[in-house]
């Protein structure tokens, strides 16, 4: 980790930019602790006023966690802040389910058509490595989960924080929901075969850096695991109540 000096007016947005940028590369992680103020400040050739003003707005719009006594932590991005009042949707709203499927019919896609623009060599890798490990899962529970690694390295690869944390809350939703019958789905042979053979044209089309075809081939996978599980699945235009 390290700062580089501040040489324009408007300082303390500097400090915020560099910050941020770390997070987003990965250099800062949540529960990360930041060096003191003297510390940046020596670094970056600036006031500590200045660095004090970057933080007290980095926390507050709760990126930061300022503790007296103890130092500046970044603060944890887990998904509970996110999901408590979604898990609270599922258990009130009709047909919750088949409104997960909608979202993630529209998340996923656009997050595959993006990471074949976007992603690096290293992230295709990662996108890679997760499809072998899904292939090589000695368990239905653990190929599920790699499952649910291969979506969320894709949204990764996107370079937008902002879509990765819904597409974090939205997997771990539908993993909840609907795990059960997805190790169903990976239970049966065929069904198993066919989500390996979908998750691989997926990958291809990334690789290929061709957005429109990442983008159906995604669509196509999402469309045949809510056939697959649709038993409990109620069209959202349905009357049935």
Same mark, same amino acid.
């Given at each position: 980790?390290?700062?580089?000096?501040?040489?324009?007016?408007?300082?303390?947005?500097?400090?915020?930019?560099?910050?941020?940028?770390?997070?987003?590369? *990965?250099?800062?992680?949540?529960?990360?602790?930041?060096?003191?103020?003297?510390?940046?400040?020596?670094?970056? *050739?600036?006031?500590?006023?200045?660095?004090?003003?970057?933080?007290?707005?980095?926390?507050?719009? *709760?990126?930061?966690?300022?503790?007296?006594?103890?130092?500046?932590?970044?603060?944890?991005?887990?998904?509970?802040?996110?999901?408590?009042?979604?898990?609270?949707?599922? +258990?009130?709203?009709?047909?919750?389910?088949?409104?997960?499927?909608?979202?993630?019919?529209?998340?996923?896609?656009?997050?595959?058509?993006?990471?074949?623009?976007? +992603?690096? &060599?290293?992230?295709?890798?990662?996108?890679?490595?997760?499809?072998?490990?899904?292939?090589?899962?000695?368990?239905?529970?653990?190929?599920?989960?790699?499952?649910?690694?291969?979506?969320?390295?894709?949204?990764?690869?996107?370079?937008?924080?902002?879509?990765?944390?819904?597409?974090?809350?939205?997997?771990?939703?539908?993993?909840?929901?609907?795990?059960?019958?997805?190790?169903?789905?990976?239970?049966?042979?065929?069904?198993?075969?066919?989500?390996?053979?979908?998750?691989?044209?997926?990958?291809?089309?990334?690789?290929?850096?061709?957005?429109?075809?990442?983008?159906?081939?995604?669509?196509?996978?999402?469309?045949?695991?809510?056939? *697959?599980?649709?038993?409990?699945?109620?069209?959202?235009?349905? &009357?049935?109540?």
């Amino acid at each position: 980790m390290s700062f580089q000096p501040i040489k324009t007016k408007k300082i303390y947005e500097e400090i915020v930019e560099q910050l941020k940028g770390m997070m987003s590369r *990965g250099d800062l992680k949540p529960g990360d602790k930041l060096p003191s103020e003297r510390e940046m400040s020596e670094s970056l *050739g600036v006031s500590r006023a200045s660095v004090r003003e970057a933080l007290t707005a980095l926390e507050a719009i *709760g990126i930061l966690d300022i503790r007296p006594g103890e130092g500046t932590f970044v603060r944890q991005t887990n998904i509970a802040e996110t999901f408590e009042p979604l898990a609270l949707v599922l +258990a009130v709203e009709r047909n919750p389910a088949a409104q997960l499927m909608e979202v993630r019919r529209v998340i996923e896609t656009e997050c595959a058509a993006l990471s074949a623009q976007r +992603a690096s &060599n290293e992230q295709l890798e990662q996108i890679k490595i997760s499809l072998e490990m899904m292939k090589a899962a000695e368990t239905i529970p653990l190929a599920v989960e790699y499952d649910l690694k291969f979506h969320f390295t894709i949204a990764e690869s996107t370079q937008n924080t902002i879509l990765l944390r819904m597409m974090n809350t939205v997997a771990d939703l539908m993993h909840n929901t609907f795990r059960r019958d997805r190790e169903k789905l990976y239970s049966q042979p065929e069904k198993s075969i066919q989500i390996l053979q979908e998750h691989e044209a997926i990958y291809e089309a990334i690789l290929n850096r061709n957005p429109s075809l990442a983008r159906k081939k995604m669509l196509e996978h999402i469309n045949n695991i809510e056939n *697959g599980i649709g038993a409990g699945l109620i069209p959202l235009n349905s &009357n049935i109540s």
